[in-house]
């Protein structure tokens, strides 16, 4: 396997530690699809590393990623009229989020690497999750949160794993930049969605919604922020179209919050891409103005004919509430940005019906239970008798 760049396609040597190419543009693995085990997809006993012939790591640090469970959406169905509506739920990984599946390959090649200290820049489940890997793997990790803009679950996470956690006054695209130049000036291995060997772990939702559906897919709809996962998912079924697993592509919708849209804006006004300042969300997994992977991003959207949509923060808090009282299914508030997303769409017939759509919920919701608390008041507490009980519910 080589690392190649998306811009000049110059390769460079897997084990040689670079985040771009010399002219600036992304790189990705290139797997070898010849040396690939393509008759594995049968349905079974579904794990991160079942694809391990797929992947560029060898397993070394698992906390048993992946594997996580795709609801149908039977009740969401019949209340958009929407005939097969699933979800891939990836806050059943092991901290929550679908990180883990960047960071078990990951933090398996800094080992590989010799490499003893990593690092992130962290809106708050990259750093979870960099935190436990590197808790397990027994090297230190160093993660950059925007001062004050975590949510408090994620921030719990990786205090208690070890991590030095070190908020800074900026927000998280001023931390990318302050990550990307420590590892290169102090050896430190950064662990972002630009080190190719994250997304490699996160193409496998790909393989995982084939292996499990036994079909693919007519739209895969998520978040985007810093836009690291899109260009994974899509780079997952390309490789198994490329190797002649499947015979048809998803098309890839990215969904982005209304204050933090760099990408979105730019698709649907028909220009060029252009970084936001300010970004404000309350979905602050999302809170990004500089998608660092937006170039690989946009490749997705465009090859797979899907789109990107904006959603305000009021409609994702209304889909996260869809979502768990309609389907049982606790989602933080970007991940609800992907069904918010999709209810625009149908809404405005920019989708067909009579498709069918796999949500990725990318976090937890038990990360982020401040957004759902602040605007409900418990009521007064009653009397422990049977009388009081009935009142209240009659
Ligand atoms: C819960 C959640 N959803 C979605 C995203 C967006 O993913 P990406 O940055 O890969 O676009 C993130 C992080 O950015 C996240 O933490
Ligand atoms: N939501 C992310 C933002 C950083 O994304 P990454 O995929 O580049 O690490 C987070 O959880 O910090």
């Not at 198994?240 to 204050?259: C, F, H, N, S, T």
């Not at 060029?272 to 809170?287: G, S």
């Amino acid at each position: 396997m080589v690392l190649r760049c998306i811009r000049c396609g110059r390769e460079y040597p897997e084990d040689e530690i670079r985040y771009r190419c010399e002219c600036g543009g992304l790189l990705e693995v290139v797997v070898d699809l010849d040396k690939v085990d393509t008759k594995i997809f049968d349905g079974n006993n579904i794990t991160l590393w079942k694809y391990e012939s797929w992947l560029p790591v060898k397993k070394i640090v698992s906390l048993n990623e992946g594997g996580t469970p795709l609801y149908r959406l039977n009740n969401l169905e019949k209340i958009l009229g929407v005939k097969e509506l699933y979800a891939k739920n990836e806050g059943a990984n092991p901290t929550g989020s679908f990180k883990d599946r960047g960071m078990t390959v990951g933090v398996s090649k800094a080992l590989e690497l010799g490499m003893k200290r990593v690092a992130c820049a962290s809106t708050g489940n990259t750093s979870a999750s960099l935190a436990a890997y590197a808790a397990k793997a027994g090297i230190e990790a160093y993660v950059l949160v925007p001062s004050g803009k975590i949510a408090l679950g994620k921030l719990a996470q990786a205090i208690i794993y070890g991590a030095k956690v070190i908020p800074i006054k900026g927000n998280f695209d001023d931390a990318l930049r302050v990550v990307i130049e420590a590892s290169e000036e102090l050896g430190i291995y950064m662990l972002n969605s630009i080190n190719p060997f994250r997304l490699e772990g996160q193409k496998t939702i790909a393989y995982e919604i084939y292996d499990q559906l036994q079909k693919v897919p007519d739209n895969v709809v998520l978040p985007v922020g810093n836009a690291g996962n899109i260009s994974a998912i899509w780079k997952g079924f390309k490789e198994l179209y490329e190797a002649g697993v499947i015979d048809k592509l998803p098309r890839m919708i990215g969904i982005q919050a209304e204050g933090a849209s760099p990408l979105a804006k730019a698709w649907k006004e028909k220009r060029k891409f252009k970084p936001e300042k300010n970004p404000e969300t309350l979905a602050t997994a999302i809170r990004i103005g500089n998608p660092a992977n937006w170039e690989k991003a946009w490749r997705a959207v465009e090859e797979s004919g899907g789109m990107f949509e904006i959603v305000s923060d009021e409609e994702i808090l209304k889909a996260q509430r869809i979502l768990a009282s309609k389907e049982g299914l606790f989602v933080e508030p970007a991940s609800a940005a992907s069904l918010a997303g999709l209810i625009k769409l149908l809404n405005e017939e920019k989708v067909d019906r009579d498709e069918s759509f796999v949500l990725v919920t990318t976090g937890h919701g038990l990360k982020d239970p401040d957004i759902v608390l602040r605007n409900f008041k418990l009521p007064e507490p009653i009397e422990p008798t049977l009388d009081a009980f009935r009142r209240v519910i009659e």
